[in-house]
């Protein structure tokens, strides 16, 4: 079992910076990859960038690329998503979650646990 709480989450002016955290606890959470999603509202939720469970690949959607840094902690307690250069279409409720397969980590379904989420308002 593995538990997730994000937390960082914030109002932000288009141009700013946030880190967002993930504080996992559960044994054997240092061998599942993570992944950050978020969800605006009347949207599905969309996948934003992911780290295999050894750190040496990283994943990320094209629009966020270039602007989010997806990490992890050597001890892989705790991921952070490093979020630059916001613009208001960053604005969701972003949830962070672990999987133990690297198959599908671009996709929801594809991962085994999640967090509660943390709200991210980037105002123009």
């Known amino acids: 079992q593995v538990q997730l709480v994000e937390s960082g989450g914030g109002l932000v002016q288009a141009g700013g910076s946030l880190r967002l955290s993930c504080a996992a606890s559960?044994?054997?959470?240092?061998?599942?990859?993570m992944g950050w999603f978020r969800q605006a509202p009347g949207k599905e939720r969309e996948f934003v960038a992911a780290?295999?469970?050894?750190?040496?690949?990283?994943y990320y959607a094209d629009s966020v690329k270039g602007r989010f840094t997806i990490s992890r902690n050597r001890a892989k307690t705790t991921g952070y998503l490093q979020m630059n250069s916001l613009k208001p279409e960053d604005t969701a409720i972003y949830y962070c979650?672990?999987?133990?397969?690297?198959?599908?980590?671009?996709?929801?379904?594809?991962?085994?646990?999640w967090g509660q989420g943390t709200q991210v308002t980037v105002s123009s």
């Open positions: 979650a672990a999987a133990a397969s690297l198959l599908t980590l671009r996709v929801p379904a594809g991962y085994d646990y």
């Open positions: 780290l295999s469970w050894s750190g040496d690949s990283t």
């Open positions: 559960g044994r054997t959470f240092s061998t599942y990859a």
